[in-house]
C-alpha cells in the first residue's frame, strides 16, 4: 500500500515553485561546427562550444520542423554540459536532422543551430573497434578527485536511531556507511537535511518565547566528527513552533517546508547554531564548514511560500552565519534541477548578500556548467557544489540497483571534474526513509551501500575512481563512439599507469544493455616498459554469482535471495560483493578488451614483481 507522503511526493514533485521572474538571459549564439556522425546503434553528436552557456539542449526529428528535445528518459535535466553526445534512441536505419541550442539557464534555450543529417547503423553482427591511446610518458597534470568532497545522507539525526530497518539497526549501521565513505573513498564531508526538524528539538516556544536546545545536535556532529567527517549544515527544515504553517509537510517523517511566522525569531535562530558550533567545535575548525541555505525550494513540495520569501530566507540566514563570522561560508540556493542559480546571484548582486558558494543538484545527466551563471553576476570566485546528483531523482527505481547506474556515476565524475569543486553522490546508504524505510534488500533504493552494507555498483564505481593515480595523464579516442560512447580517464602515480575506461549511454531505456552497442577496446599505452605488467578489474552486468563483477542485483538473484537475506545469504553476499582483478594479456604497447554497454574496466600497469 502506498505511503500518504509518497503519493503525496508523486503528485508534487514536478510541480516547480514560483517562477515569475524579471531576468533576462542573454540571447546566445547557436552552436557552430554542429556534426552528426553514425555508428552501430548511436549517433554522435559535435559541436563547439558558446561562451555564456552553462549547457546545450540536443534536438532531433525526421525533418526540420519537427524538431524536439533528444530524451534519453532521465526524468530529469535533459541539457549536456559539454560535446559531444551520444544519441541511442533512434532507430538505427532511419535518418534524423540533429540541431544544437545553446542554453543559458537551465529553464530556457537559445535559437537551435543549421540542422545536420546522421542515421545509426543497423548491426551487422561484427563489434566495432575504438582506439584508445594514453601518453604515459606525458608530465601530466594533477587529477581532480571531485567524489571526495562530499556524499549526501539520509538526516543525520538517523545515527542515533535505536529501531531495525531490514533487521539491522539503523544508527549503528549508517555510521558504518559513513565511515566507509571516509575509509575507503577519502570522503571529508557529509550534507544531509532536517538539522532543525523537530526530531532534534533544537527550537520550541514556551509561553511565547523561544527555548533553545542543542544537546542532540552535539550528540549527531560528535559522531560524525568522530568518524572523521565534517557536516555540510543544510539550514532546515521549519522548526513546528516556530513555523508559519505547519501542517504544510514532506516526507514520511513530516518535515515542515513553510516560511517561519517571524523572521527575526529565525534568523536568531540560525545565529545561535552557529554560534554554538564555533563555541563547542572551534572556529578554526567551523571555518572549513559549509552553510546552506534550505533545500530545493523551487519545488512546491520542498517551500510552500513564494520565490520572493526563500529569497528573503536567503539575506536573513546568510546575515545571521556571517554575524557570527564573516569568514564562514554560506550559500544556495541548493535547488533542484539546477534552478534559480541565476535568481540568487541576480538577487544577491543586487542587495548585497553574500554567496560563498553556489549549490544545486541534478539528475541523469552530467552537471551543467554553471560557472557561466556565476561570471554573469559577478560571483565569478564563487566555489560550486553539487549537493545532490545521482542516475534518477526517483525512489525505488531498480535503475539504483543497476551496473548501469554505477557507470553513469564515471562518466558525470569525469564530465565535472575541474570545473566543480563537489559532486555529492545522492546518498551513502539505503538507511533512507524519505518515503518510508526500505522494503527489502534490493528495491531501487538511492543508497550507494544496502542495508546490511554491501556494496552496491555505485559505491564499486567510486572505488575504481579512488584507484586512479594522481596525476591525470593525455587520452586520445578513436573509432565508433570513441570520445562519447567509450570513454577513458587516465592516470598515473609513482610506477603505476591507472586508466579507468567505460562504455555509457545517457539513454535510461537501455539500462539493461544493447548488444548493438558493445565496443572492442583497444587501449594503447607506447613508452612503458615492456616488462611491466597489466591487471584488470571490471564492473560489468553478471550471470553468476561467482563472477565477481560487483553486480550485486546479479548475485541477490542468483542466490534466490527474497525480500531480505537469511543469515547465510547475507554471509555468501557479503564475500560476492567484491570486484575481482584478474592479469590481462599485453601485446607489446596495446591490450585488447570487450566492454559491453554498461561497463566499465580498471586497467592497472605496474612493474612485475
Given at each position: 500500500m502506498q505511503s500518504d507522503a509518497k503519493t503525496d511526493w508523486d503528485e508534487r514533485i514536478s510541480v516547480r515553485s514560483d517562477e515569475t521572474r524579471e531576468l533576462r538571459f542573454p540571447d546566445l549564439d547557436p552552436p557552430a561546427e554542429v556534426t552528426a556522425v553514425g555508428g552501430v546503434g548511436q549517433v554522435t553528436i559535435d559541436w563547439t562550444p558558446v561562451r555564456g552557456a552553462v549547457g546545450y539542449l540536443i534536438l532531433r526529428g525526421t525533418d526540420d520542423a519537427s524538431l524536439e528535445p533528444v530524451?534519453?528518459?532521465?526524468?530529469?535535466?535533459?541539457?549536456?554540459?559539454?560535446?559531444?553526445?551520444?544519441?541511442?534512441?533512434?532507430?538505427?536505419?532511419?535518418?534524423?536532422?540533429?540541431?544544437?541550442?545553446?542554453?543559458?539557464?537551465?529553464?530556457?534555450?537559445?535559437?537551435?543551430?543549421?540542422?545536420?543529417?546522421?542515421?545509426?547503423?543497423?548491426?551487422?553482427?561484427?563489434?566495432?573497434?575504438?582506439?584508445v591511446l594514453v601518453d604515459a610518458v606525458a608530465d601530466g597534470t594533477e587529477l581532480h578527485r571531485l567524489w571526495a568532497p562530499m556524499i549526501g545522507s539520509e538526516r543525520l539525526s538517523q545515527l542515533l536511531c535505536k529501531e531495525l530497518s531490514g533487521g539491522r539497526e539503523i544508527g549503528v549501521e549508517l555510521e558504518q556507511a559513513l565511515?566507509?565513505?571516509?575509509?575507503?573513498?577519502?570522503?571529508?564531508?557529509?550534507?544531509?537535511?532536517?538539522?532543525?526538524?523537530?526530531?532534534?528539538?533544537?527550537?520550541?516556544e514556551r509561553d511565547g518565547e523561544p527555548v533553545y536546545d542543542f544537546t542532540v545536535v552535539d550528540a549527531i556532529y560528535d559522531k560524525l566528527l568522530g568518524i572523521g567527517l565534517r557536516p555540510v549544515v543544510e539550514l532546515g527544515f521549519m522548526p513546528r513552533d516556530l513555523a508559519s504553517d505547519p501542517k504544510k509537510t514532506v516526507f514520511e517523517y513530516g518535515a515542515i517546508i513553510s516560511p517561519p511566522h517571524s523572521w527575526d525569531r529565525w534568523g536568531e535562530l540560525v545565529h545561535r547554531l552557529v554560534?554554538?558550533?564555533?563555541d563547542r567545535y572551534g572556529l578554526d575548525e567551523v571555518l572549513d564548514w559549509d552553510f546552506e541555505v534550505w533545500n530545493e525550494a523551487n519545488l512546491e513540495v520542498f517551500w510552500s511560500g513564494t520565490k520572493a520569501e526563500w529569497m528573503r530566507l536567503y539575506d536573513v540566514t546568510a546575515a545571521a552565519v556571517k554575524a557570527v563570522d564573516h569568514r564562514l561560508a554560506v550559500g544556495g540556493p541548493s535547488s533542484a534541477a539546477a534552478g534559480w542559480v541565476d535568481d540568487l546571484l541576480a538577487h544577491a548582486a543586487a542587495v548585497g548578500s553574500?554567496?560563498?558558494?553556489?549549490?544545486?543538484?541534478?539528475?541523469?545527466?552530467?552537471?551543467?556548467?554553471?560557472?557561466?551563471?556565476?561570471?554573469?553576476?559577478?560571483?565569478?570566485?564563487?566555489?560550486?557544489?553539487?549537493?545532490?546528483?545521482?542516475?534518477?531523482?526517483t525512489h525505488f527505481n531498480p535503475i539504483n540497483d543497476s551496473v548501469f547506474s554505477g557507470v553513469f556515476l564515471l562518466r558525470g565524475m569525469r564530465s565535472a571534474a575541474g570545473r566543480v569543486d563537489a559532486l555529492a553522490y545522492w546518498v551513502a546508504s539505503d538507511h533512507f526513509e524519505e518515503l518510508g524505510r526500505p522494503p527489502r534488500l534490493l528495491h531501487g533504493g538511492f543508497g550507494l551501500q544496502t542495508v546490511g552494507g554491501l556494496p552496491k555498483p555505485r559505491f564499486h564505481a567510486l572505488s575504481l575512481l579512488n584507484r586512479l593515480g594522481s596525476d591525470e595523464l593525455p587520452v586520445s579516442i578513436e573509432g565508433d563512439g570513441g570520445g562519447s560512447l567509450i570513454e577513458a580517464w587516465a592516470s598515473r602515480?609513482?610506477?603505476?599507469?591507472?586508466?579507468?575506461?567505460?562504455?555509457?549511454?545517457?539513454?535510461?531505456?537501455?539500462?539493461?544493455?544493447s548488444a548493438d552497442l558493445t565496443r572492442t577496446v583497444k587501449l594503447a599505452l607506447p613508452g612503458l616498459d615492456p616488462s611491466w605488467q597489466v591487471t584488470a578489474t571490471s564492473l560489468t552486468p553478471g550471470l553468476r554469482a561467482d563472477e565477481g563483477s560487483g553486480d550485486l542485483a546479479a548475485e541477490a538473484a542468483a542466490l534466490e535471495v527474497g525480500d531480505?537475506?537469511?543469515?547465510?545469504?547475507?554471509?555468501?553476499?557479503?564475500?560476492?560483493?567484491k570486484l575481482r582483478t584478474e592479469p590481462l594479456a599485453r601485446d607489446g604497447d596495446e591490450v585488447t578488451l570487450?566492454?559491453?554497454?554498461?561497463?566499465?574496466?580498471?586497467?592497472?600497469?605496474r612493474p612485475a614483481h
Amino acid at each position: 500500500m502506498q505511503s500518504d507522503a509518497k503519493t503525496d511526493w508523486d503528485e508534487r514533485i514536478s510541480v516547480r515553485s514560483d517562477e515569475t521572474r524579471e531576468l533576462r538571459f542573454p540571447d546566445l549564439d547557436p552552436p557552430a561546427e554542429v556534426t552528426a556522425v553514425g555508428g552501430v546503434g548511436q549517433v554522435t553528436i559535435d559541436w563547439t562550444p558558446v561562451r555564456g552557456a552553462v549547457g546545450y539542449l540536443i534536438l532531433r526529428g525526421t525533418d526540420d520542423a519537427s524538431l524536439e528535445p533528444v530524451d534519453h528518459h532521465s526524468g530529469d535535466v535533459l541539457s549536456v554540459p559539454a560535446p559531444p553526445y551520444v544519441d541511442t534512441t533512434g532507430t538505427p536505419g532511419t535518418e534524423y536532422r540533429y540541431a544544437v541550442a545553446s542554453v543559458p539557464e537551465v529553464t530556457t534555450h537559445g535559437r537551435p543551430s543549421a540542422s545536420v543529417a546522421a542515421k545509426a547503423l543497423v548491426a551487422d553482427g561484427k563489434v566495432p573497434d575504438v582506439r584508445v591511446l594514453v601518453d604515459a610518458v606525458a608530465d601530466g597534470t594533477e587529477l581532480h578527485r571531485l567524489w571526495a568532497p562530499m556524499i549526501g545522507s539520509e538526516r543525520l539525526s538517523q545515527l542515533l536511531c535505536k529501531e531495525l530497518s531490514g533487521g539491522r539497526e539503523i544508527g549503528v549501521e549508517l555510521e558504518q556507511a559513513l565511515r566507509r565513505m571516509h575509509d575507503e573513498i577519502g570522503v571529508r564531508t557529509v550534507r544531509a537535511h532536517a538539522i532543525f526538524h523537530d526530531d532534534t528539538r533544537v527550537y520550541t516556544e514556551r509561553d511565547g518565547e523561544p527555548v533553545y536546545d542543542f544537546t542532540v545536535v552535539d550528540a549527531i556532529y560528535d559522531k560524525l566528527l568522530g568518524i572523521g567527517l565534517r557536516p555540510v549544515v543544510e539550514l532546515g527544515f521549519m522548526p513546528r513552533d516556530l513555523a508559519s504553517d505547519p501542517k504544510k509537510t514532506v516526507f514520511e517523517y513530516g518535515a515542515i517546508i513553510s516560511p517561519p511566522h517571524s523572521w527575526d525569531r529565525w534568523g536568531e535562530l540560525v545565529h545561535r547554531l552557529v554560534s554554538h558550533l564555533v563555541d563547542r567545535y572551534g572556529l578554526d575548525e567551523v571555518l572549513d564548514w559549509d552553510f546552506e541555505v534550505w533545500n530545493e525550494a523551487n519545488l512546491e513540495v520542498f517551500w510552500s511560500g513564494t520565490k520572493a520569501e526563500w529569497m528573503r530566507l536567503y539575506d536573513v540566514t546568510a546575515a545571521a552565519v556571517k554575524a557570527v563570522d564573516h569568514r564562514l561560508a554560506v550559500g544556495g540556493p541548493s535547488s533542484a534541477a539546477a534552478g534559480w542559480v541565476d535568481d540568487l546571484l541576480a538577487h544577491a548582486a543586487a542587495v548585497g548578500s553574500p554567496v560563498d558558494f553556489v549549490s544545486t543538484h541534478t539528475y541523469g545527466s552530467p552537471p551543467l556548467d554553471v560557472q557561466a551563471s556565476l561570471d554573469r553576476y559577478g560571483f565569478s570566485d564563487a566555489r560550486i557544489l553539487w549537493t545532490e546528483w545521482g542516475v534518477t531523482p526517483t525512489h525505488f527505481n531498480p535503475i539504483n540497483d543497476s551496473v548501469f547506474s554505477g557507470v553513469f556515476l564515471l562518466r558525470g565524475m569525469r564530465s565535472a571534474a575541474g570545473r566543480v569543486d563537489a559532486l555529492a553522490y545522492w546518498v551513502a546508504s539505503d538507511h533512507f526513509e524519505e518515503l518510508g524505510r526500505p522494503p527489502r534488500l534490493l528495491h531501487g533504493g538511492f543508497g550507494l551501500q544496502t542495508v546490511g552494507g554491501l556494496p552496491k555498483p555505485r559505491f564499486h564505481a567510486l572505488s575504481l575512481l579512488n584507484r586512479l593515480g594522481s596525476d591525470e595523464l593525455p587520452v586520445s579516442i578513436e573509432g565508433d563512439g570513441g570520445g562519447s560512447l567509450i570513454e577513458a580517464w587516465a592516470s598515473r602515480d609513482r610506477d603505476r599507469i591507472a586508466v579507468l575506461l567505460w562504455n555509457l549511454t545517457l539513454d535510461q531505456t537501455k539500462a539493461d544493455g544493447s548488444a548493438d552497442l558493445t565496443r572492442t577496446v583497444k587501449l594503447a599505452l607506447p613508452g612503458l616498459d615492456p616488462s611491466w605488467q597489466v591487471t584488470a578489474t571490471s564492473l560489468t552486468p553478471g550471470l553468476r554469482a561467482d563472477e565477481g563483477s560487483g553486480d550485486l542485483a546479479a548475485e541477490a538473484a542468483a542466490l534466490e535471495v527474497g525480500d531480505w537475506p537469511t543469515e547465510e545469504q547475507w554471509v555468501e553476499l557479503a564475500g560476492l560483493s567484491k570486484l575481482r582483478t584478474e592479469p590481462l594479456a599485453r601485446d607489446g604497447d596495446e591490450v585488447t578488451l570487450t566492454l559491453t554497454m554498461p561497463s566499465a574496466v580498471l586497467i592497472e600497469v605496474r612493474p612485475a614483481h
